[in-house]
């Protein structure tokens, strides 16, 4: 049973790479055998990454890429074809968030939203389509997204993150829809709150696990077993699904009772 966890002999592309649940994911993947192609905006936190990678015995590279930018996007996936042969396993992680303050709808610029869209949507949008016609014509390929809890819940004065990962939600069921039928398959993962360095911020104000029925906040590390699982045969059969990982914040319903911060509400 457990050779349908190896990853050995799968490509696998993961955007935001560099830090945190990115880099979790990677490292997961190449101790399970995955090969891979890593991708970020920044040079040093992916070439660190794909260093790690390495010296776990497999094929790593580092891709500094803009997944706003979809000559960028056309330009990773054509190195990664190039340098492995194919791709397997796309994992589309890369996102922002921005800031900690909760922001007025007035006074969020069209810049703004724009900003926010792009990278925690669009960009998965990119590299899907990207990637999708190598996948069919091979016959075989899987599509991992990267969501949030509040992807599926709203946020106070919290619009493009919320917005964006609620749209992931639907990118995966859409692409499932449609790709399914070629050996594509999509799924998508939904970590709750894991603090890591972009939302380093956020540690000070949230009440560190109180609100979480399992009473602690989650470790990065505990996100990759879930996307090598996902990687992996042992998911063949599972199509549009999601992935929830949050330790129980959700399980009283999209909007549980009987949980909440004992500070004053912030994003």
Not at 168 to 195: D, E, K, N, W
Not at 196 to 202: F, M, R, S, V, Y
Request: aromatic content about 6%; some cysteine.
């Amino acid at each position: 049973m457990l050779e349908k966890l190896s990853l050995d002999g799968k490509s696998i592309v993961i955007t935001g790479g560099g830090t945190g649940l990115g880099r979790e994911m990677a490292l997961a993947i190449a101790r399970a055998g995955g090969d891979l192609v890593i991708a970020s905006r920044r040079a040093g936190p992916i070439e660190e990454t794909a260093a790690l990678a390495r010296e776990a015995g497999r094929s790593a590279i580092a891709v500094p890429t803009d997944v706003t930018d979809t000559s960028q996007v056309d330009a990773l996936f054509r190195r990664a074809i190039d340098e492995l042969g194919k791709v397997d396993v796309l994992i589309n992680n890369a996102g922002i968030v921005r800031g900690a303050r909760a922001t007025p709808i007035w006074e969020i610029s069209d810049a703004d939203w724009r900003l926010g869209i792009e990278t925690n949507l669009s960009s998965a949008f990119y590299c899907s389509r990207a990637i999708a016609r190598h996948m069919t014509e091979r016959g075989r390929g899987r599509i991992i997204n990267v969501s949030s809890g509040f992807g599926l819940r709203g946020g106070r004065d919290n619009y493009m993150y919320t917005t964006a990962k609620g749209g992931i939600l639907q990118l995966t069921r859409t692409l499932a829809m449609s790709l399914g039928r070629h050996g594509v398959t999509s799924a998508c993962i939904v970590p709750g709150f894991i603090p890591t360095e972009a939302t380093a911020t956020l540690r000070e104000t949230q009440p560190q696990g109180r609100f979480i029925p399992i009473g602690r906040v989650g470790l990065p590390e505990e996100i990759g077993p879930v996307a090598v699982f996902l990687a992996s045969d042992a998911s063949d059969y599972m199509n549009g699904e999601t992935f929830i990982a949050d330790g129980g914040g959700l399980a009283g319903g999209y909007a549980p009772t009987g949980y909440a911060p004992d500070v004053p509400l912030t994003i």
